[in-house]
């Protein structure tokens, strides 16, 4: 993906795109999460403090169960946690609970805003669970929790709508989890010699991106060390948060490093249409003229892409080997990788599930943009054709995708391929180990319960 600029104007532009988005990010995420860390290490306002400790004793067993599940001890969960760094941790972790009918003045809760963020942030963890659902499940019923209500541009409001929806499919799905415990289960694959990396490149041609020699022991080594990296499973580069404009997940090879074909489509998704108009974004100071001239030109590109290839890709399921077909390669001369897709995929700081933008096409890899408030303002200035060639931003696209018929186009979509996660390549292989090792052990079994013979 090039974008066609001056170059005396490159700097300009990219420095005014900057301090737009800057104004961007001082408005978005005022989610419940997020005003939570707002407050730091002071006190939470009024009884919510009651609220919460109230909320995370009720889940407290579950915590139990999951931390026995995986061979830790409660001391260890609350040294990792940071709530005491001392043999205390018991006497701590029972000031950030109330149980139902205690009484709060003999209890004394904590009501340090940092203590309850450490606390839920290592629980969502040890539980699985998408650390933004979760907050907001234990600040239920706290003014944090009604923080967001106020008023929103029209960008924060289009991002909140997509991550609620996206949240709402977690919750249903298990959707988080399942990415968990295929990230853990690539991991396992890898230190067993295993070459698959879904969602990314296999294991053998990835050696190829840490230096010249594919079959460099060093290169190999490097390799593995990434693929065995649960918080690589997803992102092949390190995203910081502060530079994600449009551009950085463009350009030169992409951060995710993931699959360009059908395979890729285990995600959960939905068709957004043709891409010409995010292949060539507007520079942020355009003149009138450039505005016409990038609208024909996208335009043009778009009628003669559906005229000569058609609307969209297919998008189907292979029940008998079950895996996507058609995404990618339903379309003559590649024409379905200039398509772009609504997935829900993991966020780059691994904290939990976001709604993303997906197209095929750049040659260094797939564009997998975050649709976060940067990303959706930056489509105030990219152009979508509408079916009668009238030319509004993407933006305005995916707000009416979001009201047409209170979005159920995309819920619709979302839900159906969101089943399809749990049968990726990784889960799919160690179903099938599994199911051979009880047949095995049947047959093991079998043999030595036969009754001896003579001859």
């Not at 295929?182 to 490149?201: E, L, M, S, V």
């Not at 840490?210 to 580069?237: C, F, H, I, Q």
């Amino acid at each position: 993906m090039t974008v066609a600029t001056d170059d005396s104007s490159t700097s300009n532009d990219f420095i005014a795109q900057l301090q737009e988005e800057s104004k961007q990010w001082e408005r978005e995420d005022r989610g419940v999460l997020s005003a939570l860390k707002k407050l730091g290490g002071r006190a939470l306002p009024g009884d919510d403090a009651l609220i919460v400790a109230r909320n995370i004793h009720a889940e407290f067993p579950r915590l139990k169960a999951a931390l026995k599940a995986q061979n830790r001890t409660l001391g260890e969960f609350c040294q990792e946690a940071d709530i005491s760094s001392g043999e205390d941790y018991s006497r701590e972790l029972h000031r950030l609970m109330l149980a139902p009918g205690a009484d709060p003045t003999k209890v004394r809760p904590r009501k340090s805003a940092s203590k309850y963020l450490r606390l839920i942030e290592a629980m969502s963890k040890a539980l699985g669970e998408s650390v933004s659902n979760f907050t907001e499940q234990m600040l239920r019923s706290t003014t944090l929790h009604r923080a967001d209500e106020g008023d929103r541009s029209e960008v924060e409001m289009i991002q909140a709508t997509l991550q609620r929806l996206v949240d709402k499919l977690d919750q249903e799905f298990g959707l988080h989890r399942t990415y968990l415990e295929t990230a853990q289960a690539k991991a396992r694959h890898a230190a067993k010699g295993g070459d698959c990396r879904w969602p990314q490149y296999e294991g053998s041609y990835r050696r190829s991106f840490y230096g010249d020699a594919k079959d460099d022991p060093e290169n190999a080594a490097r390799e593995l060390a990434v693929a065995m990296d649960t918080r690589r499973a997803y992102w092949e580069s390190p995203i910081t948060k502060r530079f994600q404009t449009f551009e950085n997940f463009t350009y030169g090879p992409t951060p995710s490093g993931c699959l360009q074909d059908d395979s890729f489509f285990h995600v959960p998704h939905c068709h957004l249409g043709n891409a010409a108009g995010l292949n060539e974004p507007l520079p942020v100071n355009a003149t009138p003229q450039q505005m016409e001239a990038i609208k024909t030109s996208v335009r043009d590109e778009t009628v003669r892409c559906l005229t000569q290839y058609g609307r969209a890709p297919k998008d189907d399921w292979d029940e008998v080997n079950e895996r996507p077909v058609g995404q990618t390669s339903s379309m003559p001369n590649a024409a379905a990788q200039y398509h772009a897709w609504l997935i829900i995929y993991p966020s780059p700081d691994h904290s939990g599930v976001m709604p993303m933008i997906y197209i095929a096409v750049e040659e260094w890899g797939p564009i997998i943009v975050p649709l976060d408030a940067v990303t959706l303002s930056a489509m105030r200035r990219m152009y979508w054709v509408e079916d009668d060639q009238t030319v509004i931003t993407w933006l305005d696209h995916i707000k009416r995708l979001l009201l047409n018929d209170a979005g159920s186009a995309i819920l619709g979509n979302l839900r159906r391929t969101a089943p399809w996660l749990a049968h990726n390549p990784l889960l799919r292989m160690e179903r099938q180990h599994s199911r051979d090792m009880d047949a095995l052990k049947a047959l093991y079994t079998s043999l030595g319960n036969d009754t001896p013979t003579t001859h």
